[in-house]
């Protein structure tokens, strides 16, 4: 590691996948950081979900009740988007949420590694959603699913015009449903990793960085909710115009 | 900047593509195991919940409902038996009045007829006692007139001397 004494700010070291167990390959196989907090993510979403309801009682507890929050405002975002056909997916949008959810929380804690901040794992959440998607519109409809990108509203001159627009703005998505959610994580973690440099820096001076890590972790704290919920919602969106591509 | 053991040099960690099997082979796995927790545990265990638990309330609601158009009905019964209970109670009265005043009626006519009776008894014994009155002053003017008569030396039959008493009497009568 480049750590020397002195003044020295490494916000993206925090990012860097290193086996659990020393060593340095990092095979496919290998057990990693991204392991560990992978493991992690799970076992908060299991706690959550499934010790916390285990009372299965009519009147709930604390922790049962926020399973069944977390269950109803996912259930009703489905429902609200996409339409009651939508609610047979939702399981998978609900792994989906509950896994950035979590994963963006944990990647909260202090020393954390945060597995949302890489575009490896969104990029695969934001490909399989879209291929999934996708498929699924052509499952349903067949090629009647193509007429999304031939707008019948628009006069007829226009239309080649806004289907080439449409037809990018379509395959566009994955990137910016990706690329969203990793950038949010990883700007906010280093942002916090300078302020945090900085606090160690500065002497008694550090009071000034010290606030700002307070607030900015606040607000880094809101940020991993609205981008789990972000990217939950988009993912609805998207399913919407598979069941129902033709407005 | 740092060279990597693959020889790579990069500056984000995110772009390390060396990683990627690692990251992706693991969240594979994450994502099935949430997945499984999720539609075989939690989400079929917290639908039932939530399931239940609005149907208890719709049941609670109902029940409610029902108890309440029972009370309702309840207060309905109370108040007509109270309102029977009052025009029974009415009637009584007013049958008790009705019965009361004709025995006073009764009485009233009985006292009335007594009273009447003896009014016509009384009337009677005074037109009695009146006529032997009568008789007795015409005697009386009778003989009081033949001594008259004789005192003063003129003779007069009895037959004028009652023909004049009685005449005097009767304008007496009228007078």
Redesign the interface.
């Known amino acids: 590691m480049a750590e020397e004494i002195g003044f020295v700010i490494e916000p993206m070291e925090q990012f860097e996948v290193t086996p659990l167990f020393g060593g340095e390959a990092v095979h496919w196989y290998t057990p990693t950081n991204v392991t560990l907090w992978l493991a992690l993510t799970v076992l908060s979403v299991a706690l959550l979900m499934v010790a916390a309801s285990r009372g299965r009682a009519l009147v709930p507890s604390r922790v049962q009740s926020m399973a069944e929050l977390t269950y109803g405002f996912v259930h009703q975002m489905i429902e609200d988007v996409t339409g009651k056909d939508g609610v047979r997916y939702f399981p998978y949008i609900m792994t989906i949420f509950v896994f950035i959810l979590f994963a963006n929380l944990l990647g909260l804690i202090p020393w954390a590694f945060t597995t949302t901040s890489h575009i490896a794992v969104t990029a695969f959440l934001a490909l399989a959603v879209f291929l999934t998607v996708t498929a699924l519109g052509f499952v349903l409809h067949g090629l009647s699913f193509l007429k999304m990108f031939w707008i019948e509203a628009a006069p007829l001159a226009l239309r080649p015009a806004l289907a080439i627009i449409e037809l990018i703005s379509y395959f566009v998505r994955p990137v910016s449903h990706s690329i969203r959610l990793a950038g949010n994580m990883m700007a906010g973690h280093a942002v916090l990793k300078v302020f945090a440099g900085f606090a160690g820096a500065l002497g008694v001076a550090s009071v000034v960085p010290i606030a700002g890590l307070v607030a900015m972790y606040a607000f880094e704290l809101l940020v991993a909710v609205i981008q789990a919920y972000v990217f939950t919602i988009l993912t609805c969106v998207y399913l919407k115009d598979a069941l129902h591509p033709h407005h | 900047m740092?060279t990597e053991?693959n020889g790579a040099e990069t500056?984000?960690?995110?772009?390390?593509f060396?990683?990627?099997?690692?990251?992706?082979?693991?969240?594979?796995?994450?994502?099935v195991?949430?997945?499984l927790?999720?539609?075989r545990?939690?989400?079929p265990?917290?639908?039932?919940?939530?399931a239940?638990?609005s149907g208890?309330i719709t049941n609670d609601l109902a029940a409610a409902e029902e108890l309440k158009t029972k009370a309702a009905e309840a207060e309905k019964a109370y108040e007509q038996a109270l309102a029977d209970a009052r025009a029974e109670a009415n009637k009584i009265i007013d049958r008790a009045k009705a019965e009361m005043r004709a025995e006073l009626d009764v009485a009233i006519a009985k006292a009335d007829s007594e009273i009447a009776a003896k009014q016509e008894e009384s009337e009677k014994r005074i037109a009695e006692i009146r006529a032997s009155a009568q008789d007795t002053v015409q005697e009386v003017a009778r003989d009081t007139t033949a001594a008259v008569l004789s005192a003063m030396g003129s003779e007069a039959d009895s037959a004028t001397i009652d023909a004049a008493v009685k005449a005097r009497a009767s304008r007496g009568d009228a007078a």
């Open positions: 740092e053991p500056g984000m960690p995110q772009l390390d060396a990683t990627f099997p690692n990251q992706l082979f693991w969240l594979v796995i994450a994502l195991v949430i997945y927790i999720l539609s545990v939690a989400l265990r917290i639908g039932t919940v939530l239940e638990r208890t």
